[in-house]
């Protein structure tokens, strides 16, 4: 599982490869879509105490996990000892939607290519 930020520039943030669980992880088709839709991507450290601030300022737009099996899914309220928060009112947003609507329709294979259709919509990886 990995997690994503979407901010108000327009830009996508996630752990850097090597702080993620798994490098080969389901952060890079995300990136490859991102960066195939011209959504700049950073790859940094960003804490908890960022995450929490920035989304009560508003800079924080959306947040959201992707995994095989979940393939993308929003993030509205974290939960934690010193307290909760919402991000963006709790809903899901346009971003997270639409770069899962893009990974379901258009599949992709290991490495951020995208799967090839053939004529009858069968997936070829």
Not at 5 to 16: E, K, Q, V, Y
Not at 60 to 74: H, N, Q, R
Request: aromatic share 6%.
């Amino acid at each position: 599982m990995n997690i994503f930020f979407a901010f108000d520039d327009g830009s996508l943030s996630t752990p850097a490869r090597s702080a993620r669980s798994c490098p080969a992880s389901p952060a890079i088709p995300i990136i490859a879509l991102a960066n195939d839709s011209g959504t700049p991507v950073r790859e940094e450290l960003y804490t908890i105490y960022q995450w929490r601030t920035d989304a009560a300022s508003g800079k924080l737009k959306e947040a959201f996990a992707c995994g095989t099996a979940a393939v993308i899914s929003p993030i509205g309220k974290v939960c934690s000892a010193s307290g909760d928060f919402l991000i963006s009112g709790g809903a899901a947003g346009p971003v997270a939607m639409g770069l899962r609507k893009t990974l379901i329709r258009h599949p992709v294979r290991p490495r951020g290519r995208p799967a090839q259709l053939d004529q009858k919509g069968a997936v070829s990886v």
